[in-house]
T-cell receptor, first 112, second 110 residues
Framework: DAGITQSPRYKITETGRQVTLMCHQT?????MFWYRQDLGHGLRLIYY???????DKGEVPDGYVVSRSKTENFPLTLESATRSQTSVYFC???????????FGPGTRLTVL | KNEVEQSPQNLTAQEGEFITINCSYS?????LHWLQQHPGGGIVSLFM???GKKKHGRLIATINIQEKHSSLHITASHPRDSAVYIC????????????FGTGTLLAVQP
C-alpha cells in the first residue's frame, strides 16, 4: 500500500541505548521531516531533509542523528537514549518545500 | 509566548452545534495548515491556505493575513469530529519549517 510508514510503532528501551526509528514513503517526495509530540509542547521539528543527502536541524535536534541515503527512507537515531526523549515521534513527507505534509502513524518511544 | 496560539484549548459541544476554533500567530507567514489528530492516532492535513477561505464538506477554514488570525469552523458537528485540531504556520521566506500550536481538544457529545 502506498503511503508513509513508520517502524516500530512502539518501542521500550533503556537509558543509554541506541535506538533507530524508521520512516519510509512511497511517493518519492523530496521533503521529509521528523517531529516529536509531547504534552504541553505540541509538535516540534527535530530534523528535516530537502532531498537525499541533504539534511538540516530543526527546533530540537540535540541527541538525535538522521541520514538520508535514499529518497524514500529517513531514519532517526537516538545515539544514547535519555528519559527526556520519551515521546511520540512522527515522520512526515511533502512534495514541495511549503506543501501539504503527510504524516506517518507515529512511534511511541519509552525510555526507562 | 508561543508564536502560534490556539483557543480554546478544550471544547465540548453537543451534536449538531456550529463550532469555531481560533488560531493567532505572531510571525509573518506564507501559509497556514489546519491538521486533525484523532485519539491515539495519526495526523491528517485538513487545509492549507494563504488567503481567503476554503471549504471541504462540513469544514470551513478562513484566514486574515493582516490580522494574523485563522479560524476553523465545523458545521453540524458530529461525535466523529471529536479530535485534536492543530494549527501550524510556515514562516515567511524560504523556510519549509512548520511552527505548531498546541492544539484544541474537541469533544462532540451525542
Amino acid at each position: 500500500d502506498a503511503g508513509i510508514t513508520q517502524s516500530p510503532r512502539y518501542k521500550i528501551t533503556e537509558t543509554g541505548r541506541q535506538v533507530t526509528l524508521m520512516c519510509h514513503q512511497t511517493w518519492s517526495h523530496s521533503y521529509m521531516f521528523w517531529y516529536r509530540q509531547d504534552l504541553g509542547h505540541g509538535l516540534r521539528l527535530i530534523y528535516y531533509s530537502a532531498a537525499a543527502d541533504i539534511t538540516d536541524k530543526g527546533e530540537v535536534p540535540d541527541g538525535y542523528v538522521v541520514s538520508r541515503s535514499k529518497t524514500e527512507n529517513f531514519p532517526l537515531t537516538l545515539e544514547s537514549a535519555t528519559r527526556s526523549q520519551t515521546s511520540v515521534y512522527f515522520c512526515a513527507s511533502s512534495e514541495k518545500a511549503q506543501g501539504t505534509q503527510y504524516f506517518g502513524p507515529g512511534t511511541r518511544l519509552t525510555v526507562l | 509566548k508561543n508564536e502560534v496560539e490556539q483557543s480554546p484549548q478544550n471544547l465540548t459541544a453537543q451534536e449538531g452545534e456550529f463550532i469555531t476554533i481560533n488560531c493567532s500567530y505572531s510571525v509573518g507567514i506564507s501559509a497556514l495548515h489546519w491538521l486533525q489528530q484523532h485519539p491515539g492516532g495519526g495526523i491528517v492535513s485538513l487545509f492549507m491556505l494563504s488567503s481567503g477561505k476554503k471549504k471541504h464538506g462540513r469544514l470551513i477554514a478562513t484566514i486574515n493575513i493582516q490580522e494574523k488570525h485563522s479560524s476553523l469552523h465545523i458545521t453540524a458537528s458530529h461525535p466523529r469530529d471529536s479530535a485534536v485540531y492543530i494549527c501550524a504556520v510556515f514562516w515567511g521566506g524560504a523556510t519549509n519549517k512548520l511552527i505548531f500550536g498546541t492544539g484544541t481538544l474537541l469533544a462532540v457529545q451525542p
